[in-house]
């Protein structure tokens, strides 16, 4: 089931990573997850699938942090962790699978405390549900829609873009080819003389996570060591792989 409450009343989603318009809305401070959980705003999962239990998790809000707990027999995955009547406190980004058919993705939407840094407000989200009617002008490569969709191949990748995130790729975007250099890059990305190339290079390993195919070997967004960065949308030439 997925939630039909507005994102404008709460600050974080859990985006389908199996069908790309299903979004549940955390429109509630405690949320159930399972086959059989009967609440206004909880998530039935499919009731053939019988790795999931009936009650199976439970998501709650304690102070300004989302909190997942398992209740399950066959355990509640977050990541590369396999949750088994433990509690863990979820980070944007976070990837939740249950059984066979709930795979999600954690994203916070809001603009304050909430966020680790300054993400999509809740009224840009919501606006950016327009990119399922986009369509990208390329079939090959890389490709940046204005709501922050990005497509690769002609494939809408089934990931959001924080705020930075597209602000990178938005810049390297635009400088395609060419290497942008460290102070050009936070210049751009946060007009913050305080950030570096740590705060880059995170950055960058986020990015990598959610448009490569294999982020331990990019293709697309490369590090010219020492310098900056340089984006490549139909992907490096073999000599710069080397």
């Not at 790795?51 to 977050?78: F, K, M, P, Y």
């Not at 909430?114 to 990208?136: C, I, K």
């Not at 079939?139 to 829609?145: Q, V, Y």
């Not at 290079?201 to 990019?218: A, D, G, M, T, W």
Request: proline residues 5%.
């Amino acid at each position: 089931m997925v939630s039909s409450t507005s994102p404008s009343d709460t600050p974080a989603v859990l985006q389908s990573n199996l069908r790309e318009s299903e979004r549940y809305v955390l429109a509630e401070t405690r949320v159930s997850i399972g086959r059989t959980v009967t609440g206004q705003n909880d998530i039935v999962l499919s009731p053939d699938d019988l790795t999931a239990s009936r009650q199976h998790a439970t998501l709650t809000l304690e102070g300004n942090t989302w909190v997942i707990e398992d209740h399950s027999r066959n355990g509640t995955r977050v990541n590369d962790r396999v949750l088994r009547h433990e509690r863990l406190a979820l980070h944007h980004g976070d990837r939740i699978r249950i059984g066979h058919t709930f795979d999600v993705t954690f994203y916070i939407v809001g603009e304050t405390q909430w966020t680790r840094e300054s993400d999509w407000n809740v009224d840009e989200l919501a606006n950016r549900a327009s990119f399922l009617n986009e369509a990208p002008p390329v079939t090959t490569g890389l490709w940046l829609s204005p709501n922050a969709a990005v497509w690769r191949d002609g494939v809408r990748l089934p990931v959001w873009l924080s705020r930075t995130e597209y602000r990178l790729l938005k810049h390297l975007m635009q400088h395609a080819g060419n290497v942008c250099e460290y102070a050009e890059i936070i210049k751009a990305v946060w007009n913050d003389k305080a950030r570096s190339k740590d705060n880059v290079h995170e950055l960058v390993y986020r990015v990598r996570h959610k448009i490569e195919p294999i982020p331990s070997q990019p293709r697309y967004l490369l590090i010219r060591s020492g310098i900056g960065l340089v984006l490549f949308p139909q992907g490096a030439p073999e000599e710069e792989l080397a």
